[in-house]
Each structure stands twice: as C-alpha cells, then as structure tokens.
C-alpha cells in the first residue's frame, strides 16, 4: 500500500478552494493508500500571532478534516496528527536547512507573494519550504497530493533530498507530488484565486442564508439577461464546475443554459448555491455532531499521533546516524 502525506495550516476558515484543490484528493485516496494527514500548525506561526486563534484554527482543521470525510474509524491506515506532535521535523528541518544552497531560497515564490501581501518578512517565512520538506521526508511517502500552488514546494523537497542523500547516503526517499487529474485554481468570490488571506472564500459550512447572500455577491460581468454568456468566462461556472465534475450532466446543462438567451447571472448562482447545499450535504451534518462530540477529535488525534511519531521517529534516527548525531 502506497504511502501518503498531506497538510493544511491552521492559518483560517477552510474553504471550497481547499476542499477542491487538496482534501477531496485525500478522502479518494484514502481506499486505497496509508494516509498521513496533518495540521501544519508550526507553519502558521510564519502568519498567526494569536495562541488562542491559533488553537481553534488548529482544531477546526481537524473537525474539518473528518467532516469532509478523512475517516480513521473506516480506515485504520488514515492517520490525523498535529505537527507539533512530532517535534522533530523542527530538528530534520535543521539538518536539511545546512545543506540547502541559500539560493534555493530565495527562488521560491511564495516567500515574495506572502510577503507583499503584507505577511511580516520573517526568516520563518524565508524558510518554510524548508520545514515543509521536513514535513514530507519524516514519514516516508511515496505521494504528496497537493493544489498547484504547492508544486515549487514540492520540487525543492525533492531536491533538498537528493542534496542530503548526495552528501549522507540514502536517507531520504524522494516522493512523487500528485495534483488532481483535472486540477485548476479555484477562483473566489472577487475571481482571484479562493485564499483565506484574500477574504474573497466560500465556506461551505455557512448557515444557508449568509451562504447564499456571499454566492449572491460572487463577481460576474453585465452581459445582459437576454444575451448568450461564455461559462468558460464565468467565476460561477468555474466554481460549479470543479464541484459538480467536468463530466457531470449537470455541468453541460449549466453550461447550455449560459449559452442561450435568457439566463441571467442570479439564475447560475442559485445553481450553484443548491450544488453547494448538496455536494456539502453530509459534511455540514457531520460537521454539527463532531463539534458535539471533542472526545471523538481527541481520540483521533491521539491515535494520528502515536502513528506518526512511530515513523518520524525512525526517519530522524536514520539522519541523526547519518550525520554523525
Ligand atoms: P489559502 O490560500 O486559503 O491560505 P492554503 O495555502 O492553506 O490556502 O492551501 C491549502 C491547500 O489547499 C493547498 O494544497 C492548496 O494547493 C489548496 N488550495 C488553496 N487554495 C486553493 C484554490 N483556490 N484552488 C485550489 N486549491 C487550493
Ligand atoms: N504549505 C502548505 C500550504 O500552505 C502546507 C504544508 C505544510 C504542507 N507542510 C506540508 C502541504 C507538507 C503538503 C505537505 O497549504
């Protein structure tokens, strides 16, 4: 069985965008692989600067997780953990950050995007991809599902594995990324990419009625009622689409309706809004009996981490011996 690792910071609300780009992967693959999925709280510290939210964020993380449908009483091989439950990927990230040429650094993207967002340029921040290889590394894994905003990320894993590997022997096993087949950026209610840090999301555990005003409010050009639209054009469209699935019959007919006459924009927000409702049926309700139910969400986290330290704790052994620690 294929070995699997994935996280999400506890940096805010998770949103459609997460669900489409990242968590609806790791619910497939979850049949059929050994899953190890976790909260990447240390890395939220590069933008969160409150402990309390920083806790709730961390544990909406997880209810999230499991409403969504990650299933550890299903599937015994799905593990949930909280990064600071194996601390040692702060120490593997040290010993990978002494063999990352500084310019690997300075390459990435998402320091320079973050930063101009307006995130404090920190050295946390410079390095992050550096404790997200750690990340990856401690247990192994031959897949990494990921958004394609993550791929950059993933590339200099593997290539600060092979500069280890290259300088200690095989320590390190270089993973395979894994985008969905039909992967795209999801756009938000403003048509930029969906981001917590843009307060353009949707968030699809929203009581109905101010779920419905913020699909209401999603950005749409003024081609008349009576005038054919492009659904390609369309953030609406795109949003349902990624939902619904390109094949879904209910994304042709979509799409049909935008081409002839007569449909106008609150008509395909309505579409979307019921789709919305729908496809997050079971989650929402799930969602409502975790939240009843934290002895659950602590069992699971238990559970998540006893496994993951089992297997980062061997890692971090092989690259201690392997340095000379
Ligand atoms: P955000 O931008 O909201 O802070 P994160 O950077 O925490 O989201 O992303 C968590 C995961 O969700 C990543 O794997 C990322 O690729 C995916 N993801 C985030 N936003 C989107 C989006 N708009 N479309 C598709 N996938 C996304
Ligand atoms: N950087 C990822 C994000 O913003 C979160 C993350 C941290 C991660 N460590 C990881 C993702 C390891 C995959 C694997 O979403």
Known sequence: MKRVLSGIQPSGQLHIGN???????????????????????????????????????????????????????????????????????????????????????????????????????????????????????????????????????????????????????????????????????????????????????IDPFMDEKPLRKRIMKIKTDSTPVDEPKDPEACTVFQIFRALAGRDDPRTAELAERYRKPGMGYGDAKQALYELILDHFADARKRRTELMNDPGYVDKVLKDGAAAAQAKVAEVTQRARLAVGL
Not at 52 to 57: A, P
Not at 151 to 173: P, S, W
């Open 19 to 201: 669900y489409a780009g990242a968590i609806r992967q790791f619910v497939d693959m979850q049949a059929n692989h050994e899953m190890f999925v976790f909260v990447a709280s240390y890395h939220a510290l590069t933008s969160t600067r409150d402990a309390d939210e920083l806790r709730r964020n961390t544990r909406q993380v997880v209810t999230d997780y499991l409403a969504f449908g990650l299933d550890p009483a299903t599937h015994p091989n799905t593990h949930i953990y909280l990064q600071q439950d194996v601390p040692q990927v702060t120490e593997l990230a040290w010993m990978l950050s002494c063999v990352c040429p500084k310019h690997l650094m300075d390459k990435a993207t998402s320091y320079k995007d973050k930063v101009a967002r307006g995130l404090p340029a920190s050295v946390g921040l410079y390095t992050y991809p550096i404790l997200q290889a750690a990340d990856i590394l401690s247990v192994d894994p031959d897949l990494v599902p990921v958004g394609k905003d993550q791929v950059q990320h993933c590339e200099i894993t593997r290539d600060l594995a092979q500069k280890f590997n290259n300088a200690y022997g095989e320590v390190f096993k270089l993973p395979e990324y894994k985008l969905r087949g039909d992967a795209e950026v999801l756009p938000g209610i403003d048509g930029q990419k969906m981001s917590k840090s843009y307060g353009n999301d």
